[in-house]
């Protein structure tokens, strides 16, 4: 009977042992394939869009991906970019499409509860832009106005619960959010004060108001599973030395962010 169970133990660890070894982590998996996979935005100037000089993904968030193939892969171009936008930026993670997400993507419990993310290297906070000679000057008066928000982003979950009476309209992509406003369809658009100030660089005749009603702390987005430890503890040592080293001051100056 001893010898029985005995090996019934042997046969079960043997069992979990092989299961084990089958699960790839993402961190293995990037090495193999020697490509590092990121959803990254395309339209969300200066953290992630396409400069119509090169045509090549460019921004401070494309930068911070370029760095982390640097560390991991050891070549800033072992990198392709996917496409992401804030309604689809988690099930890119989730399906296995991408193997992080870096897209101006603030940490949030409810998006913990789907997948992981690394410690922040940026911190937004949510503000609203008005063309310069409206009557809004305060989160209030958007009570009986209309507000542009994106699909799927903190701000349109912030700003339902904080005015419930505002009208709202969503859109999937910033070039469809921002053309609407430019349209006149809303009265005014709301999201992170970086996104808004990166769009006023180049449109003119717009205003942010003072006050930001959130903190939104950017990180990068991963699978949740115990596997991908390793992906995250990495891309942990990588932000931190970031911090430390300067790099992520020397982004933002280059950016022309705060
Ligand atoms: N950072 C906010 C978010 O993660 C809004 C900006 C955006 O997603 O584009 O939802």
């Not at 990198?79 to 991408?98: L, W």
């Not at 542009?148 to 309209?169: Q, Y």
């Not at 006149?184 to 930001?212: C, E, F, P």
């Amino acid at each position: 009977m001893k010898k029985i169970i005995s090996l019934l133990i042997l046969s079960l660890l043997l069992l979990t042992s092989c299961t084990k070894k089958e699960v790839e982590s993402t961190y293995d998996k990037i090495v193999k394939r020697d490509l590092l996979i990121v959803g990254v935005k395309e339209d969300s100037k200066p953290f992630g869009y396409i400069s119509n000089v090169t045509n090549e993904h460019e921004g401070f968030d494309i930068d911070i991906a370029r760095y982390v193939a640097q560390d991991i892969l050891g070549s800033e171009r072992k990198i392709k970019f996917v496409r992401v936008t804030p309604d689809t930026r988690i099930e890119a993670i989730t399906s296995g499409e991408v193997d992080m997400v870096i897209a101006t993507m603030s940490v949030t419990p409810q998006r913990q509860y789907f997948i992981d993310f690394s410690t922040p290297y940026y911190v937004a906070g949510q503000t609203v832009m008005v063309k310069e000679n409206s009557d809004i000057h305060t989160f209030s008066d958007l009570k009986d106005k209309t507000t542009i928000v994106l699909l799927g982003s903190t701000s349109e979950k912030n700003l339902r619960g904080i005015i419930p009476t505002a009208r709202i309209i969503g859109y999937k992509n910033y070039d469809n959010a921002f053309q609407a406003y430019e349209e006149g369809v809303g009265d005014a658009i709301s999201t992170d004060n970086t996104i808004l100030a990166g769009y006023m660089l180049d449109h003119h005749g717009n205003r942010l108001l003072k006050n930001k009603i959130s903190q939104e702390p950017y990180a990068i987005g991963i699978k949740q599973t115990d596997e991908d430890d390793k992906l995250r503890k990495s891309l942990n040592i990588i932000i931190n030395r970031m911090h430390k080293d300067g790099t992520l001051k020397e982004l933002k100056k280059k950016w022309h962010l705060k």
